[in-house]
C-alpha cells in the first residue's frame, strides 16, 4: 500500500513563507507526476500545483503562479512546495498526491494516491 505524508504546515502571518514536503513510500513513483491541492470546508478539492515524472515540467494554477514554486527529490518519491507571499485566501489543508500518468495534471480524478493533507494556515 502507498502512503504520502505531507509536512512543514503552520500558522503565519500575510507575506510570510512556508515549505511543504511530501514523502512516498509503498511504491515506486519515477514513473508517474505528482502534485499538490488545496480544500476548504465547502469548496471542491482545487489544484495547486503539479509536477512531471522527471520534473521538467511545472503547472501552476493562477492564483499562484509567480509566489509557490513545486520541486522534486532526486528519487522523484518526494515533491516540495516553496510558498512565498502567502495570502490569507491560501488557508487550506494541503495534499499531495501522485497521478495515474507521468505528467503534471490538474485533475483531481486523474490522481490515484493522496496523502493526509497538512492544514496552512495564514491570519492577518
Known amino acids: 500500500q502507498v502512503q504520502l505524508v505531507e509536512s512543514g504546515g503552520g500558522l503565519v502571518q500575510p507575506g510570510d513563507s512556508l515549505r511543504l514536503s511530501c514523502a512516498a513510500s509503498?511504491?515506486?513513483?519515477?514513473?508517474?507526476?505528482m502534485g499538490w491541492f488545496r480544500q476548504t470546508p465547502g469548496k471542491e478539492r482545487e489544484f495547486v500545483a503539479g509536477?512531471?515524472?522527471?520534473?521538467?515540467?511545472?503547472n501552476y494554477s493562477d492564483s499562484v503562479k509567480g509566489r509557490f514554486t513545486i520541486s522534486r527529490g532526486n528519487d522523484r518519491s518526494t515533491i516540495n512546495l516553496q510558498m512565498n507571499k502567502l495570502k490569507p485566501e491560501d488557508t487550506a489543508t494541503y495534499f499531495c498526491?501522485?497521478?495515474?500518468?507521468?505528467?503534471?495534471?490538474?485533475?483531481?480524478?486523474?490522481?490515484?494516491?493522496w496523502g493526509q493533507g497538512t492544514q496552512v494556515t495564514v491570519s492577518p
Open positions: 509503498g511504491g515506486t513513483f519515477s514513473d508517474y507526476g
Open positions: 509536477i512531471t515524472w522527471n520534473g521538467a515540467i511545472t
Open positions: 498526491a501522485v497521478h495515474l500518468s507521468a505528467v503534471a495534471g490538474s485533475d483531481p480524478s486523474r490522481y490515484r494516491y
